[in-house]
């Protein structure tokens, strides 16, 4: 089981703290609450990844721990998703919600 706790400071009609038991819970938060799956995607691989991501938004801080995190994995993962595509400087992350749905269905199915 997996513990994902998310703090977030702005906008101010989200902030507190909130805590989700799957990252299929997050990423539909994310994607409900942000209304952008690019922005969904990156912070979901990003967690699975490293088990945090914080970003500054309007001055304010928006950070998200997990409690379990796969490492590289992650990254192949998304790749053989088609949710990150390498490019030339770097990958390029995928913008479809499809792509994001996948990728956290089998991360849950992992971990």
Same mark, same amino acid.
């Given at each position: 089981?997996?513990?994902? !706790? ?5 906008? !101010? #009609? *989200?902030?507190?703290? %909130?805590?989700?038991? =799957?990252?299929?819970?997050? %990423?539909?938060?994310?994607? #409900?609450?942000? #209304?952008?799956? *690019? %922005? ?6 990003? $967690? ?9 938004? %309007?001055? !304010?801080?928006?950070? $998200? ?17 088609? *949710? *990150? +595509? =390498?490019?030339?400087?770097?990958? +390029? ?10 990728? $956290? ?7």
């Amino acid at each position: 089981m997996v513990d994902i !706790k998310l703090k977030c400071e702005a906008p !101010k #009609r *989200l902030a507190g703290e %909130y805590s989700f038991n =799957s990252f299929k819970g997050l %990423y539909q938060w994310v994607t #409900r609450n942000f #209304r952008s799956p *690019l %922005y969904a995607n990156h912070l979901v691989i990003a $967690v699975a990844e490293s088990g945090l991501w914080r970003e500054c938004i %309007y001055g !304010k801080i928006i950070e $998200v721990t997990s409690s379990a995190t796969l490492g590289y994995k992650a990254k192949e993962l998304a790749r053989e998703i088609e *949710l *990150l +595509r =390498s490019m030339v400087g770097g990958d +390029r992350c995928s913008k479809r919600e499809e792509d994001g749905l996948k990728f $956290v269905e089998v991360v849950d199915k992992i971990i």
